[in-house]
């Protein structure tokens, strides 16, 4: 049985053997939000909305975890421990396009076809934060936004410098780059999950394309933001005018507007 959401309809996209449910609603070019661990929590949908109502068509896939489930601890460690072994997405902890990248590239296509526009947009968020920079190797991703980018887990330093992108998808995406193309990226600096390195790492290898919003996490800092602060868009948001987390919203959302509409 498809579960539902409060203005979305609900339907379910197969590729090359996998089969999720996607959540579709507004109008105009599409954006593919990509939920982040424990799954598609309201804080999650209610960024959704908040691009939907800027004109655009939202498309939320369902990769893990049950849709509208309010985010907890444990449903977090839970649904970890299970995407952690899934043949779906292990791959990817070592940098290749797993199973879910070919899926996503998919959905992409099939969203742009139906939806119309010059193109699509993608915003990945914490364990699927990278996943809207793999999908950049297709010509239609005209707007990746990477928020907390966790993946591959920092541990020891090359993972802690890694993109989570394979070494032919990067070549890709530089290329795509050099011809205007560009890609944003959100952390908290205190972040450990998102290492000052991976962000390092996309500035060196995309220069002015790799659009970085990194927002003052360290102790003592004047907006009183934990240092173990996190989910930029979601859980850790203060919709306060004003507020640096308020303001990186703000920015993603023109970011897709100027990139899908030219607004």
Same mark, same amino acid.
């Given at each position: ?116 526009? !010059? *193109? ?12 809207? %920079?793999?999908?950049?190797? /297709?010509? $239609? ?17 090359r993972r802690r410098r890694s993109p989570g992108v394979s070494a032919g998808d990067l070549d890709r995406i530089k290329e795509r780059a050099a011809r205007g193309a560009c890609v944003m990226g959100l952390r908290f600096s205190r972040d450990s999950m998102v290492p000052t390195a991976r962000f390092e790492t996309l500035r060196r290898e995309l220069g002015d394309a790799f659009i970085a919003v990194e927002i003052d996490s360290s102790r003592h800092n004047e907006w009183g933001i934990k ?13 306060? !005018? *004003? ?12 970011? %897709?507007?100027?990139?899908? /509409?030219? $607004?």
């Amino acid at each position: 049985m498809l579960e539902q959401i409060e203005g979305f309809e609900t339907s379910t996209f197969s590729h090359d053997g996998l089969a999720h449910q996607v959540f579709k609603g507004g109008t105009g070019p599409c954006v593919i939000v990509i939920h982040e661990i424990p799954g598609l929590h309201p804080g999650v949908v209610d960024f959704a909305r908040r691009v939907v109502a800027r004109g655009h068509s939202v498309w939320m896939p369902s990769l893990f975890g049950t849709p509208m489930k309010p985010f907890s601890i444990a449903s977090t460690v839970n649904t970890l421990a299970r995407v952690c072994v899934s043949r779906e997405f292990t791959q990817l902890a070592l940098d290749g396009p797993g199973p879910v990248m070919g899926w996503l590239r998919a959905l992409a296509a099939d969203a742009h076809e139906q939806c119309g526009g !010059p *193109g699509v947009g993608a915003v990945g968020m914490c364990f699927t934060g990278g996943f809207a %920079l793999g999908m950049m190797v /297709d010509e $239609r991703m005209l707007a990746p936004v990477l928020s907390q980018p966790s993946m591959p887990f920092p541990l020891g330093a090359r993972r802690r410098r890694s993109p989570g992108v394979s070494a032919g998808d990067l070549d890709r995406i530089k290329e795509r780059a050099a011809r205007g193309a560009c890609v944003m990226g959100l952390r908290f600096s205190r972040d450990s999950m998102v290492p000052t390195a991976r962000f390092e790492t996309l500035r060196r290898e995309l220069g002015d394309a790799f659009i970085a919003v990194e927002i003052d996490s360290s102790r003592h800092n004047e907006w009183g933001i934990k240092p173990r602060a996190h989910s930029v868009l979601t859980l850790d948001l203060v919709d306060e !005018p *004003g507020h640096p987390t308020r303001d990186a919203l703000e920015r993603v959302l023109d970011f %897709l507007d100027d990139r899908l /509409d030219g $607004r």
